[in-house]
């Protein structure tokens, strides 16, 4: 008797015509499910190891109906079954029995659960269904700019852009975890009539599912299957000093010896864009910057760790254009063009068109770094910022063609594989612990030193509530390691009041963040020269004298927070666990911590509840059950399991610890 099933080695596969399906076990209680016609294909780029890890000896099983009508597969908590009679896929949690997600067809007849539509060159536009559950709540995908921690009704595209992060991973209330294993262009939809993941030009269907009895085990499989986070080097936990931008050396090293006068830590100041004299050249314009090695030697006297912005963007003008464009290394159109980016370079004010090194090659990876090793790391320039890496571009990287495909199928790889490329020659040259400052990535950026920031928001208080639940969100995507502009990046006028209280608050909040990064394009924005622009005052002191009074404190506490960031961190580098985490992380056997989307913990025994509305002098908190809570402005004890309402004067933001732990919160 013919049966659609058939078992090789461990993997369980099921055909119906050129409709091939396979199931695989692939880490502890996770496997990978892959669809396509005709064949699946093994070595498309994606986030998972090209080999699966072995499963537990004695984990694994898979059964199979003595009439073909039904294929189960277990790999330890996950127990997955196929229907032999269409394919669909049901995941359940194999301890307690319960289904966690199933596959659902759109129609009866046409189109299933699977759908391939037909393109050119052997790609196809992909959707995967999935049934809806009311009571489900979604959590991860990255950075978002809606305002929303629970992605459940939302319609998410999965692109890059700035401040726009696309990271298929998603952590559900229901007990699973999920990737959509696919770097292609397409969107995610989480409606109310099921669940469906399309990708818009694809060569087949690819998602990895585990199953965790909490979301911390989800959260570690995860990590497992796409690489534990990086160690965070020691100078990165201290405060940056960064604005658009510093014009040159003088005024650069004004900033470091006014830090040092008034004896304020400051761990790291970034030189931003424009430093150069091309895009492309990755060095110095020397006319700015006279004399850089001196710089860097003087910035470490003081302690000092210099940044530098490294953009992917290749002006026609640069030395480096003619070079990269014969030997292949950029990014191009179908029609062979490769400088499609407006920029405004050289003297002129004029933009003119721009490339992208392409990323996803080897190669080119290589001859950036050859060049990036010549004009800054040499110079003991260590602290790399990666902007403008999704890459920036109009209407978007997917009209481009890469070494690792054609950018409808591969694009959202670009950011990943650029930090990738920094990392390892880096590591290659001898740094132990390595940090990009990045504005995009993708799944599996973790393992290469990304540091994500949210990218150019505006400096509002809804803007500063929203990045809590975008910065929650991507702790729970896999990247441990994320920060905001304090005082967000366009505009605020440092004489205004509202600007100088929210500047207050987004310090409190940014002091409780695994980077503590001030940045922005201030008010009064000013033009130097024929290109870019530079804006007002960004410093510390630039906010008036409360203002002032009240941020100072906060610095001094981020110098304590040091020893407890780093030892929470390496944490994480064995558990995949972030340092900021939602409720909902700690405590998942209270309802209400998973509808919490404006305050965290930051590790395991801080209670942060920033303030993110202008004139609050209160704040309401929820106090997870579990727990006993003491607010340390009062030194009041709480059970948890309520809210409370505390005192939120400007100078202080909500902080409570859990169990009387001891942190470094008190000088």
Known sequence: MLTPFFVADDTLTWRNGQHILTVQPWGADSVRVRAGLYRIQPELPGALEACPPAPEPGASRIEIDADGGRATLVNGRVRVEIAGANGL????????????????????????????????????RVEQRFAAYPDERIYGLGQHGHGRLDQKGM???????????????????????????????????????????????????????????????????????????????????????????????????????????????LAVLVIDYLHWRHLGDWDFDAEAWPDPQAMVEELRALGVEPAVSVWPSVSPLSENYIPMRDAGMLAETASGTAAIGNWPDGTTPAEIGVAFYDATDPRARDFLWEKVEAGYARLGIRALWLDACEPEVRPGPQHLNFAAGTGHEVANLYPREHARGVYEHQRRAGQDAVLSLIRSAWAGSQRYGAALWSGDIPATFPSLADSIRAGLNVALSGIPWWNTDIGGFHGG??????????????????????????????????????????????EVWSFGETAYAAITPLLHLRERLRPYIHSHLREGERTGIPLMRPLLLAFPDDPEAWKVEDQYLFGPDILVAPVTEFGARQRRVYLPAGAEWTHTGSGNRHAGGGYITVDAPLESIPLFVRDGADTPLYP
């Open 493 to 538: 006028d440092p004489e205004d009041p509202e600007f100088r209280e929210l500047i207050v608050r987004w310090f409190q909040f940014g002091a409780f963040c695994p980077i503590m990064r001030l940045h922005g394009h201030r008010e009064p924005r000013g033009s130097h020269g024929p290109v870019g622009e530079s804006g007002g005052p960004n």
């Open 89 to 124: 896929v049901s995941f359940f949690d194999d301890v307690t029995g319960e289904v966690v997600v199933g596959e659902a067809p759109a129609h009866f007849w046409y189109p299933g659960s699977r759908h391939f539509e037909a393109g050119e060159g052997g790609l196809h």
């Open 155 to 265: 319609v998410i595209e999965l692109a890059q852009r700035n401040g726009e992060v696309s990271i298929p991973f998603v952590l559900s209330s229901r007990g699973y975890g999920m990737l959509w294993n696919n770097p292609a262009v397409g969107r995610v939809e989480f409606a109310g009539n099921g669940t469906r993941w399309v990708a818009d030009k694809a060569r087949q269907i690819d998602y990895w599912l585990t199953v965790g009895e909490t979301p911390a085990a989800i959260m570690t499989a995860y990590a497992g299957a796409t690489g534990f986070p990086s160690a965070m080097p020691e100078w990165a936990s201290g405060f940056w000093q960064s604005k658009l931008r510093y014009r040159d050396q003088a005024e650069f090293l004004e900033i470091a010896r006014e830090y040092a006068r008034r004896g304020l830590p």
